[in-house]
Structure formats: C-alpha cells, structure tokens
Nanobody
Framework: QVQLVESGGGLVQAGGSLRLSCSAS????????MGWFRQAPGKEREFVAA????????YNTDSVKGRFTISRDNAKNTVYLQMNSLKPEDTAVYYC??????????????????WGQGTQVTVSS
C-alpha cells in the first residue's frame, strides 16, 4: 500500500507560480511511475503530467506544455509539479497518483493504482 500526500497548493494571481509536492510512503517509490491530474468543478479528472520511475521519461498535456514541469527525487520519495505562468483555467484540485508497476509514463486515470487527497490551486485573473 502506498500513501500519497500533496502539498503546495494555494491562491495565486494569473502569471504567478506554484510548486506542488507529493510525498509517498514506502520503500519502493523508485519503482512507481508517477502522475499529476487535476479536476475542476463539474469536470472530469484530467491528466496533467507524468514521469517514469527513473525520471527518464516525462510527458505533459498540451495545455501545460512550456509552463509546467514534473520532476521527482527518489531519495526523498517525492514528486514535484512546478507550475509557471499560471492561468485562471488552471484552477482545480490537483491530485498526485502512483502506478504500481511500469517502465514508462502513463496518462490515463485508470492507469494508476494509488491517489492522494488532492490540493486546491486557485488562479485569480
């Protein structure tokens, strides 16, 4: 069992930056592909970014390319999402997710086995 705890959300003006962190329990974090998703009110949960278990592969959804960067520190059991040039449409609850196995990155909600509780990001115009 893996427990994921997100932090770093908050209120920021458009054009600002935030860095989300996701800390994972367990000794096998380095074997888990990780992802970030978000869910706005009244919308389905959507993929944002993913990273392979050794950080050799990363992938972002088109709407955040050039603005968001996913990274991980396996020594700290932590994955990050650096968010720059934030827009009001980035407002959502952001979730960290872990997949129990796999060599690459994964982009579907159903690809992941474990989820955090989410952290709110609000971008004001």
């Amino acid at each position: 069992q893996v427990q994921l705890v997100e932090s770093g959300g908050g209120l920021v003006q458009a054009g600002g930056s935030l860095r989300l962190s996701c800390s994972a329990s367990g000794r096998t974090f380095s074997s888990y592909p990780m992802g970030w998703f978000r869910q706005a009110p009244g919308k389905e949960r959507e993929f944002v970014a993913a990273v392979s278990r050794n950080a050799g592969y990363t992938y972002n959804t088109d709407s955040v390319k050039g603005r968001f960067t996913i990274s991980r520190d396996n020594a700290k059991n932590t994955v990050y999402l650096q968010m720059n040039s934030l827009k009001p449409e980035d407002t959502a609850v952001y979730y960290c997710a872990a997949r129990g196995t796999g060599r690459y990155y994964y982009t579907a909600v159903d690809d992941y086995d474990y989820w955090g509780q989410g952290t709110q990001v609000t971008v004001s115009s």
